[in-house]
């Protein structure tokens, strides 16, 4: 590829963010080497690709050798062993041959809950400023992973690359990333705490990705985030303190402050007061999968992922309270995203609970469980039931929520409704008729 100044990348590492950038990178038209000690790793993906040759159990360093350059998954920490040797044999990292931080604005923006939504917020934005960008990152989030935006950005040299970043990758952005200009933290949640170990642990690793903002980083500074400030040693502007005011058509205090934080980064690259940006945001729609509310007579439908405890408070705080609640499950290993559902849905109200699988079926007898144990009644139910149960429960008067884990799942569910309420507008409007 002549636009770029290499042909051929080594990718280490195969979680979900390093086969994503794998299998785009390859469709790029890069040659790929991809590989993972662990052998158990789904590559079902990338083996079909003409341009891609996986390894797994084993990294083979003449292999690593023979490329242009070197692309580490950002779950691999800088003194592992690899880095270590793939350092000794010369390979840059891919991070080192970008030319666009040079000259493009580079936003960056993560937290527990709000990321995506702020992110296309930003986007939208810039599209009403004609502002050329690219947005991407997190392939966890719905992206295509952090070095195919790289990519995309180095052949396309935009004025502003936005990124959505997984707070499980903190440490990454705050090493090895390219250097940004400004950073958002949107919040300190109730979530991934098996990799940072505590709250306070995850702030210090927040102040670290704030602190490394070239020009500046945009916090809420109240309640639990004031734990990063604390940590920081630049000083952050605080977008729950700008006062603006925000007119979207989304329900929700956490729509308003992800709108206030994307507001003052595009005041912060662009010097565009944010009382004049506001207006832009009048017709943004949500994102998909995130929390969209249908009303359907007397009842109501709330649809979209709530994958930790945090966004679930928010959730029945600014769309409560519900009758009814379907819940998808996490992954196995994933407690953190069990503990204390049942006791918060049971002091919102919620009377009964329909478990389907979100990311996982083997952990709905967990939530189950835990439901059970609360005092809620619960049971199973299958993916392709929930639209239909939801909506007949919504259409006889009952508030109903589709929350939980399993981003793929809920959006489906989300379009299956959407369908299904056009449907039925459509035959209101000919009875009228």
């Known amino acids: 590829?002549?636009?770029?100044?290499?042909?051929?990348?080594?990718?280490?590492?195969?979680?979900?963010?390093?086969?994503?950038?794998?299998?785009?990178?390859?469709e790029l038209g890069l040659k790929v080497y991809a590989s993972d000690i662990r052998e158990d790793v789904d590559v079902s993906s990338l083996e079909r690709l003409p341009n891609v040759e996986v390894e797994l159990g084993h990294h083979d360093i003449d292999r690593i050798?023979?490329?242009?350059?070197?692309?580490?998954?950002?779950?691999?920490?800088?003194?592992?062993?690899?880095?270590?040797?793939?350092r000794n044999i010369g390979v840059p990292?891919?991070?080192?041959?970008?030319?666009?931080?040079?000259?493009?604005?580079?936003?960056?923006?993560s937290g527990t809950n709000g990321k995506t939504t702020t992110v296309h917020m930003i986007d939208h934005l810039l599209d009403k400023l004609g502002i050329d960008r690219k947005i991407g990152g997190n392939a966890g989030g719905g992206f295509d992973g952090y070095a195919t935006l790289y990519v995309r950005a180095e052949l396309a040299r935009p004025e502003v690359v936005v990124c959505e970043v997984c707070d499980m990758t903190l440490d990454?952005?705050?090493?090895?990333?390219?250097r940004y200009d400004v950073a958002v933290f949107l919040n300190l949640g109730l979530d991934h705490l098996d990799y940072h170990g505590s709250i306070e642990r995850y702030a210090a690793r927040a102040a670290r990705f704030c602190d490394r903002a070239r020009e500046t980083a945009i916090v809420k500074c109240d309640g639990e985030e004031r734990k990063v400030v604390e940590r920081m040693e630049s000083t952050p502007r605080c977008y729950d303190e700008l006062d603006v005011e925000v007119d979207i058509p989304l329900r929700g205090e956490f729509y308003r402050l992800d709108a206030k934080a994307a507001l003052l980064a595009v005041a912060e690259i662009t010097s565009e007061p944010p009382e004049e940006l506001a207006p832009l945001l009048s017709d943004f729609t949500s994102v998909p999968g995130?929390?969209?509310?249908?009303?359907?007579?007397?009842?109501?439908?709330?649809?979209?992922?709530?994958?930790?405890?945090?966004?679930?408070?928010?959730?029945?705080?600014?769309?409560?309270p519900l009758d009814v609640v379907f819940w998808g499950t996490p992954r196995p290993g994933e407690d953190y995203r069990i503990e204390g559902i049942g006791r918060t849905l049971r002091e919102a109200g919620v009377e009964r609970v329909y478990v389907f699988p979100g990311l996982s079926e083997e952990t709905v007898d967990d939530v189950i469980e835990e439901l059970t144990s609360?005092?809620?009644?619960?049971?199973?139910?299958?993916?392709s039931e929930v639209a239909s149960k939801a909506l007949e429960l919504a259409r006889r008067g009952r508030d109903v929520g589709v929350l939980g884990n399993g981003q793929d799942v809920i959006i489906s569910i989300q379009h299956d409704v959407e369908r299904a309420v056009r449907f039925l507008t459509a035959g209101s409007e000919r009875s009228r008729g």
């Open 65 to 86: 050798r023979e490329c242009d350059t070197v692309y580490f998954s950002p779950s691999i920490p800088n003194d592992a062993e690899i880095v270590r040797e793939v």
């Open 93 to 109: 990292p891919l991070e080192d041959l970008l030319t666009w931080p040079d000259s493009s604005k580079f936003v960056v923006v």
């Open 374 to 383: 609360s005092g809620i009644e619960a049971s199973p139910v299958e993916p």
């Open 1 to 26: 590829m002549d636009e770029l100044p290499f042909d051929s990348v080594a990718v280490i590492g195969l979680g979900v963010e390093g086969r994503t950038c794998a299998a785009r990178l390859a």
């Open 172 to 178: 990454y952005f705050s090493d090895r990333a390219p």
């Open 290 to 320: 995130r929390i969209k509310e249908y009303k359907l007579g007397e009842g109501r439908l709330v649809i979209g992922k709530t994958d930790n405890l945090s966004a679930l408070k928010v959730v029945l705080r600014d769309y409560g």
